[in-house]
Nanobody, 125 residues
């Protein structure tokens, strides 16, 4: 069982940066693939990035490639999402999630068992 808590959201101007954190408690974090998802008002929850337990073969949605970077520190049970060159369309509630297995390319939220409560990111023009 893993509990996840996101932090680091806020209001930023377009072109700015934010760094989200996802702190995990419980057992098994270091063996899980961890993902970031986001959900904007009136839209489906969508995949942003995922990183396997080893930290390699990280996957990204096309919309964030080259701007967002996901990393993890298993010793600290924490995952990060560095978001640069933010755009207004990045505005959403961002969630971290965890699943067993090492495949970071299963991008559907249905693959993920554990979820945080979300953190709001608002990008103004």
């Amino acid at each position: 069982q893993v509990q996840l808590v996101e932090s680091g959201g806020g209001l930023v101007q377009a072109g700015g940066s934010l760094r989200l954190s996802c702190a995990a408690s419980g057992h098994g974090f270091s063996s899980y693939t961890m993902g970031w998802f986001r959900q904007a008002p009136r839209k489906e929850r969508e995949f942003v990035a995922a990183i396997p337990w080893s930290g390699g073969s990280t996957s990204y949605a096309d919309s964030v490639k080259g701007r967002f970077t996901s990393t993890r520190d298993n010793a600290k049970n924490t995952m990060y999402l560095q978001m640069n060159n933010l755009k207004t369309e990045d505005t959403a509630v961002y969630y971290c999630a965890g699943k067993s297995g090492s495949n970071a390319f299963n991008t559907s939220p249905t693959f993920y068992r554990y979820w945080g409560q979300g953190t709001q990111v608002t990008v103004s023009s």
